[in-house]
């Protein structure tokens, strides 16, 4: 079965701490994607990779293809960053989209 | 540019009613889905269209149904409308296994 699961399902931090949020998945993917939700609002991409790390500001993505695990790293946290976290993988051969459950975000200030 | 676009955003039926979700993109993208999203669970494919004209089924497709006549619009709908359909309901498109665009969501209670 495909599967994706995703570590913690919760995360409370202080403002400016190093947040780490992780995905793991079951079988191989042609793409990964790190998705943020905002209470009450809708859902926006943050990064698709198949290999390798991107960058943007200050949300960092990387993935471990062999080891099949990605992972979301937040520097210097705000609280704007609150939020839940969604990794999503489009398995070989399957265009459509699995989702794990997601990681609540919050960052105390 | 207003990506995608889903009407109405809140919505409460009676058990039995039906209605329809209407979902719009302006991206020309040939994939277009349909998710709900319940507590503790992740979002859970219903419907999806790989083109104009054609619908398949998702995860939880039971108690829906989907048409794609024109490629810019995706529609859902509930015939019988029950409790167990209480959600918010997601709309996307993308052009096949890269960026995905959601829609704001809908809102739905069913009482």
């Known amino acids: 079965k495909n599967e994706v699961e995703q570590s913690p399902q919760n995360l409370t931090a202080q403002e400016g701490e190093f947040i780490t949020i992780n995905c793991s998945y079951s079988v191989g993917i042609s793409a990964l994607h790190w998705l943020q939700q905002h209470p009450g609002g809708g859902i926006v991409s943050l990064f698709m990779l198949s290999s390798g790390k991107k960058k943007h500001g200050r949300l960092i993505a990387t993935i471990n293809i062999q080891e099949k695990h990605s992972s979301l790293h937040i520097t210097a946290s705000h609280p704007r960053d609150s939020a839940v976290y969604i990794c999503a993988v489009s398995f070989f051969g399957n265009e459509k989209l699995t989702f794990g459950t997601g990681t609540r975000l919050t960052i105390i200030p | ?111």
């Not at chain 2, 020309?28 to 398949?56: C, F, K």
């Not at chain 2, 939880?60 to 619009?73: F, T, W």
């Open chain 2, 1 to 111: 540019n207003a990506g995608v676009t889903q009407t109405p955003k809140f919505r409460v039926l009676k058990t039995g009613q039906s209605m329809t979700l209407l979902c719009a993109q302006d991206m020309n993208h040939e994939y277009m889905y349909w998710y709900r999203q319940d507590p503790g669970m992740g979002l859970r494919l219903i419907h999806y269209s790989v083109g104009e004209g054609t619908t398949a089924k998702g995860e939880v497709p039971d108690g829906y149904n989907v048409s794609r006549l024109k490629k810019q619009n995706f529609l859902l709908g509930l015939e019988s409308a029950a409790p167990s359909q209480t959600s918010v309901y997601f709309c996307a498109s993308s052009l096949g296994a890269i960026e995905a665009f959601f829609g704001q969501g809908t809102r739905l209670t069913v009482v």
